[in-house]
């Protein structure tokens, strides 16, 4: 029970809220109770209908990043909305093997414990202490997602190298080796040569690095026996790899070259090696690009690669798998990459046959586990053909059976799909899902298989075709992604059937919408439609969002090397969950970056602190014995703020509807953010304190019920971005009898709520207040003296709508004379009664002289500031400051101006110049303005 004591006529309420909001403390109370209700289950809800996601699940290697956070609060925002709108809602969590990264990270664990390699160890013991790795890592993953407050529900957790997922993938695989989909071959793949191991493209990052082209002579053989040849002997080729010409077996020319089409047919002779090769002609080659020849070394450059297939070119590897020479050449074995370059560029400049040499900046790939330069590189490996199951994924999103937000992204999506390739699925690991063909070690059977048992079982059954009990398995593990691309199948039981029945696979496959970040669309997006599609002929999901990608407030990629990594628990801490989801969701729609400042959470923690802080005001009255709830719709005493607010609340409603279903969740979050801080708080709930504490009961009563009624609705419609505080607020706002704020429907737009009159008036009367308002700020007017004020306004009914609402408008404004006229017409009125025709011919001939003035959406609005303050030495003041800030902007620009300065000054020292100069540009202009309008 409060105590109510009174002061005057002004109730004072001593209510249970704290002063201030603390997230902790709200946090640590909700999350148990939501999770140990059951409130994150599937259940029934009104429209009968489900709504599945399933997370991205995150890398069993170590902390959530900012990403993590941005995912995860898009989708908790999605399943809270689904779920308060009446769909029986299900999010599936879950936790990602990561074979490479989790196994480089125990790899250097284990070394710097006991200075010892896996292969020291053995395999089954190196298993053994990633699994007891994983299951500590793991918890820790759950407890930060927890922190987040994602509605999950925990009970269908599933990781990637669970039973249910390691049968899938058995499965998948047996299937498509038998299909012949699946094969073995020597084919050109990234190489690590770190961790010694095939990579995906999807795990090469790549640098751009200072590097060289190296022009070598490539002698042409008995040039001089050909009379149709006039006088070349040699052929200048560019390259940034010189080490490479060890592995040359062909010089391409583009055959439509006038310059060299004449030598196709003829051989070179490769420098150093004195390799005889011929010179081809292929398309490949661009004109006018470098010297127009190509050396083509298939075993170590992708594009060469598919130049050797055409012309049926042999295959040299100069690499060991610790990327070092072997003995193609004796003389370069055993030295590094960088070493042989250097060797092989000193013996070309003795021989004569080194030409030149350009400095140069270029992109190379890195490894991003182990940040080594990623080689090119023919290895035996398992493929996957994929191109029918890749035909069939852009089939689905071109008949829209799979829909991309924003649409554009499709065209990342088709641009691998269109032209697969086959799809490199080993790795030479020991964690991961181990490939299931098995060798018979019979010299005389010599038979592989491929099998859905573990290697036990084939060695009690024997080989199929001698029987022989002798029987290994491929050593190499899949692909993380082999298994990531059944993720929308394996988390709801397939391919047990007993699984699918617990986890309802028919009610909620195929799921409603995936959130991911662009730069897997090719990875795992593109994997999840083909292996979903050949496995059920159905999609794995409707939807497919696209999020941005979370970088530094300079627009930089987060890194380690660049230490500007923000830790999400980190915000977290300081300025709670609600705060950093918030600002997420408000930076994300169909944008491709969010350039994460700290500031912009601190910005919108302050935007919670006022939610609380305006309940803190309103919870008083509504806990009054007379604080009713009416029946808003039908009530015909809402007077014109009512009508307005509600107005208000309802397009708010309605945008908030449409946006979340179209991912606009920027559109969503600061829509109610200006609802809330612009409309509610600065204005509804101040023209409501002369009613509060008013004297008239009625009038009370009703204001009462409509701030009630508003906030419930500005609880709910908040609640899936920010579902802690408002979870807090609803305790304290709730019936008796209603539970919690995640399980009430979600706002519905009211046509009966539509007062247009009263919403188009009363926003142009704010906007007019709120422009006289700027204005006395400008010239330091202080808040209490009275000025006087020229309105020039288009229209007569809103006029009209001025005139009436003129004692309003003086009060809030502090206006002790007001004049309004309609633009280019006569008629006038004045608040001290008079009105009817001006002498001038148009009402703007009655400018006030010495007067400031600014424009609103319908309205010109004139201070004259003759007797406020000395115009002559205001004018002085603000000429000075225009020099000066002329004078210092003049300077940023010429910094800026500065190529030296732009290409080598810190970017984020760039960035502040930039925004230093673009706050002073803006001064400048409202100087400008300010002394033009004197």
Not at 152 to 180: C, H, L, Q, S
Not at 281 to 296: A, F, P, R, W
Not at 746 to 756: D, G, I, M, V
């Amino acid at each position: 029970m409060n105590d109510v004591t009174t002061t005057g006529q002004h109730p004072i309420i001593q209510n249970e809220l704290s002063k201030t909001y603390n997230p902790k403390e709200v946090e640590a109370k909700w999350y148990p109770i939501w999770k140990n209700g059951k409130y994150f289950k599937p259940k029934k809800g009104k429209t009968n209908k489900t709504y599945s996601i399933i997370m991205p699940p995150p890398n069993v290697t170590g902390k959530l990043h900012m990403g993590h956070a941005l995912d995860n609060t898009l989708q908790d925002a999605l399943i809270r909305f689904k779920r308060m709108k009446g769909f029986e809602t299900l999010w599936i969590p879950g936790a990602d093997h990561a074979g490479i990264a989790t196994q480089a990270v125990v790899e250097k664990k284990i070394w710097d414990e006991q200075r010892k390699t896996r292969h020291q160890i053995g395999r089954k013991e190196f298993l053994k202490t990633i699994w007891q790795w994983k299951d500590a890592h793991q918890d820790f993953i759950i407890n930060q997602l927890e922190k987040l407050g994602v509605s999950t529900d925990w009970d269908y957790f599933v990781f990637t190298m669970d039973p249910i997922p390691n049968e899938a993938v058995r499965k998948v695989f047996v299937e498509w080796y038998n299909e012949g989909l699946i094969f073995q071959t020597d084919y050109i793949i990234n190489w690590d040569p770190v961790l010694q191991s095939a990579i995906s493209d999807a795990e090469v990052e790549h640098k751009e690095v200072k590097g060289a082209f190296h022009y070598i002579k490539y002698m042409i053989k008995d040039i001089s026996n050909d009379s149709n040849i006039n006088h070349i002997d040699h052929l200048i080729i560019a390259t940034t790899r010189p080490e490479t010409l060890l592995g040359d077996t062909a010089v391409a020319v583009n055959p439509e070259d006038e310059r060299f089409k004449h030598l196709i047919g003829k051989k070179v002779i490769i420098p150093i090696v004195n390799r005889e090769v011929p010179i081809i002609g292929d398309n490949h080659v661009d004109i006018s690009l470098g010297t127009g020849c190509l050396k083509v070394t298939p075993g170590h450059d992708f594009n060469d690669f598919e130049i050797g297939k055409r012309h049926n070119l042999p295959l040299v590897n100069i690499l060991e798998r610790d990327g070092r020479l072997n003995n193609i050449a004796p003389a370069y074995q055993g030295l590094t990459v960088l070493d042989a370059r250097a060797k092989i560029i000193k013996e070309l400049e003795d021989q004569g046959l080194y030409f030149k040499k350009e400095e140069c900046t270029h992109q190379i790939g890195h490894g991003e586990r182990s940040g080594s330069i990623v080689e090119p590189m023919v290895s035996k490996q398992w493929f996957v053909n994929v191109k029918k199951m890749a035909q069939d994924s852009v089939s689905a999103v071109e008949t829209d059976l799979m829909r991309f937000y924003h649409k554009s992204w499709e065209n990342t999506f088709f641009a691998w799909l269109k032209e697969p390739r086959d799809w490199c699925i080993s790795r030479q690991l020991w964690w991961g899902h181990q490939i299931p063909v098995f060798y018979c070690e019979n010299e005389k059977c010599n038979h592989l298989w491929a099998s859905v048992n573990n290697l036990e079982a084939e060695e009690e059954q024997g080989c199929p075709k001698c029987k022989n009990k002798k029987i290994t398995q491929d050593p190499d593990v899949l692909d993380t992604w082999f298994s990531s691309g059944l993720w929308a199948l394996s988390t709801l039981g397939w391919p047990n059937e007993k699984a699918m029945k617990e986890k309802s696979f028919a009610k909620f496959f195929p799921t409603s919408t995936l959130v991911t970040g662009f730069d897997i669309i090719f990875f795992w997006v593109a994997r999840m439609m083909m292996m979903t599609l050949k496995n059920t002929n159905q999609v794995p999901f409707h939807h497919t969002y696209i999020h941005a990608i979370v970088r530094d407030k300079h627009g930089r990629k987060m890194s380690k090397s660049l230490g500007n990594g923000i830790d999400p628990l980190d915000i977290i801490e300081q300025y709670g969950t609600d705060a950093l989801r918030f600002t997420l969701a408000a930076g994300s729609g169909y944008n491709r970056y969010i350039n994460l400042d700290p500031a912009q959470t601190e910005g919108y923690r302050n935007f919670i602190n006022k939610l609380w802080n305006a309940f803190r005001f309103i919870h008083p009255f509504i806990k009054e014995e007379h604080a009713i709830t009416l029946d808003l719709i039908n009530s015909n005493e809402l007077i014109h703020h009512d009508r307005w607010i509600l107005s208000e609340l309802n397009a708010v409603i309605d945008t908030c509807n449409k946006a979340i279903d179209e991912y606009r969740f920027d559109d969503t979050s600061l829509c109610i953010y200006s609802f809330v801080y612009d409309k509610f708080c600065s204005w509804y709930i101040e023209l409501s304190k002369p009613i509060l504490y008013g004297d008239d009961l009625d009038q009370k009563r009703q204001r009462i019920s409509i701030l009630k009624y508003i906030f419930r609705n500005i609880l709910s419609l908040l609640h899936p971005i920010t579902p802690f505080i408002t979870e807090e607020l609803w305790e304290n706002l709730k019936e008796e009898g209603e539970d919690l704020l995640i399980v009430q429907e979600y706002p519905e737009a009211n046509e009966k709520l539509n007062f247009t009159y009263d919403q188009h008036n009363m926003n142009k009367f704010v906007e007019i207040v709120t422009a006289i308002r700027n204005l006395r700020q400008s010239v330091n007017i202080k808040p209490k003296d009275e000025v006087e004020i020229f309105l020039f306004i288009e229209g007569n009914e809103f006029k009209d709508y001025i005139e009436k609402s003129s004692s309003s408008l003086n009060d809030l404004a502090k206006i002790k004379k007001l004049h309004s006229y309609l633009l280019n017409e006569k008629s006038f009125h004045s608040n001290d009664g008079s009105s009817g025709e001006s002498n001038a011919k148009s009402g703007r001939q009655n400018i006030p002289a010495k007067s400031i003035s600014i424009a609103t959406s319908n309205c010109e609005i004139y201070l004259p500031l003759s007797g406020l303050i000395d115009v002559d030495e205001y004018v002085n003041r603000l000429k000075k400051d225009l020099i000066k800030t002329e004078t210092d902007y003049g300077k940023l620009q010429a910094k800026l101006g500065n190529k030296n300065f732009s290409d080598n000054a810190p970017i984020e020292v760039v960035t502040e110049v930039k925004e230093k100069a673009l706050e002073l540009g803006k001064k400048l202009n409202s100087l400008k303005t300010m002394l033009n309008n004197f």
